[in-house]
Nanobody, 120 residues
Framework: QVQLVESGGGLVQPGGSLRLSCAASGSIFRFNAMGWFRQAPGKQRELVELISNGGTTNYANSVKGRFTISRDNANNTVALQMNSLKPEDTAVYYC??????????????WGQGTQVTVSS
């Protein structure tokens, strides 16, 4: 059974940095896209940034130039380096991983979420 375990959330002051990590266990295949969503109170979950298994990235305009995603295919991990954090970045961050589309009963895998709070 595939599990995604996140780490690295916490409280940080505006302008500070955090690094989120997500490790997948139990996988027998190489994931397609991996990435991060976030959900702030009262708002819909939104894509933050994703990275394909070939290294192509896509990100929300709100994090451009501040967040950087990376992945290690050999270890099935994905990380999100967040710099110049703003109070509006406060949210629960969820990592995800997409299995190959040839997998029977395809379903996206999600982590349990990690809280990021940006406040002085």
């Amino acid at each position: 059974q595939v599990q995604l375990v996140e780490s690295g959330g916490g409280l940080v002051q505006p302008g500070g940095s955090l690094r989120l990590s997500c490790a997948a266990s139990g996988s027998i295949f190489r994931f397609n896209a991996m990435g991060w969503f976030r959900q702030a109170p009262g708002k819909q979950r939104e894509l933050v940034e994703l990275i394909s298994n070939g290294g192509t990235t896509n990100y929300a305009n709100s994090v451009k130039g501040r967040f950087t995603i990376s992945r290690d295919n050999a270890n099935n991990t994905v990380a999100l380096q967040m710099n110049s954090l703003k109070p509006e970045d406060t949210a629960v961050y969820y990592c995800y991983a997409d299995p190959p589309y040839t997998v029977t009963n395809w379903s996206r895998y999600w982590g349990q979420g990690t809280q990021v709070t940006v406040s002085s």
